[in-house]
């Protein structure tokens, strides 16, 4: 598998950084439940390029980000201990990359191509 359909980018944006070792879980919302689908952990450019499967089919699905443990490794104290983005995959045959700009009181996503 060279990359999944879902992948995401996390910067730190108070560093400046790629945000390396946030620990990501991807779920799929199934009949009112989350299963959960994937876990990864962000790379040396915080980046998850292998977060589930290749193809998906379209629903709903929910990111959640451990950002507790990621600011906690660096002595960091933050306001969010995770963050949960959640979005709809209506387009089975495209890619979807759903980035994270982290900062220890604050975050933000869009949708990457």
Not at 7 to 23: E, I, K, N, R, S
Not at 35 to 51: C, I, N
Not at 78 to 83: H, L, Q
């Amino acid at each position: 598998m060279n990359v999944s359909h879902i992948t995401t980018h996390v910067l730190d944006a108070a560093q400046g950084l790629p945000a390396q070792g946030v620990a990501v879980q991807l779920s799929a919302l199934r009949e009112g439940e989350w299963q959960l689908l994937a876990e990864a952990v962000t790379d040396a450019d915080g980046r998850a390029k292998r977060l589930g499967p290749e193809a998906l089919p379209a629903g709903t699905y929910r990111l959640r980000f451990d950002t507790g443990a990621y600011f906690a490794s660096r002595s960091t104290p933050t306001f969010f201990p995770e963050a949960q983005l959640t979005f709809v995959i209506d387009d089975e045959t495209r890619h979807y990359h759903v980035p994270l700009l982290l900062s220890p009181f604050a975050y933000s996503t869009y949708r990457g191509s």
